[in-house]
């Protein structure tokens, strides 16, 4: 299983952006899908989830900015970020939690990680 994430870069602050991240391989079943970020010096965190019913849940940091969606049959999901901060730059990375197959185990995936850079 691959995750490809996509859609980073530089974005004035204010701006938006939208990142994507793409399941591929041997894929059953997806449960929680995911992004995280990590800052230069900081620890990887949060940033969202979705279920695979929709439930979502996100950072304090980017409540009412950022919204997270996939799409089931593309196995992919989506970070829509809007009224960006320079404090949200950061590498963001997607996540996903597979079943590859009915006697398989849940197993997590991770992106390689793409770079939004926030400019004041």
């Known amino acids: 299983v691959q995750l490809q994430a996509s859609g980073g870069g530089l974005v004035q602050a204010g701006g938006s952006a939208r990142l994507s991240c793409a399941a591929s391989?041997?894929?059953?079943?997806?449960?929680?899908m995911g992004w995280y970020r990590q800052a230069p010096g900081k620890e990887r965190e949060l940033v969202a989830i979705?279920?695979?019913?929709?439930?979502?849940i996100y950072a304090d940091s980017v409540k009412g900015r950022f919204t997270i969606s996939r799409d089931n049959a593309k196995n992919t999901v989506f970070l829509q970020m809007s009224s960006l901060k320079p404090e949200d730059t950061a590498v963001y990375y997607c996540?996903?939690?597979?079943?590859?197959?009915?006697?398989?185990?849940?197993?997590?995936?991770w992106g390689q990680g793409t770079l939004v850079t926030v400019s004041s």
């Open positions: 996540k996903a939690e597979v079943k590859r197959g009915v006697v398989y185990r849940v197993q997590e995936y």
């Open positions: 979705i279920t695979s019913g929709g439930t979502t």
């Open positions: 391989g041997m894929i059953f079943s997806i449960d929680d």
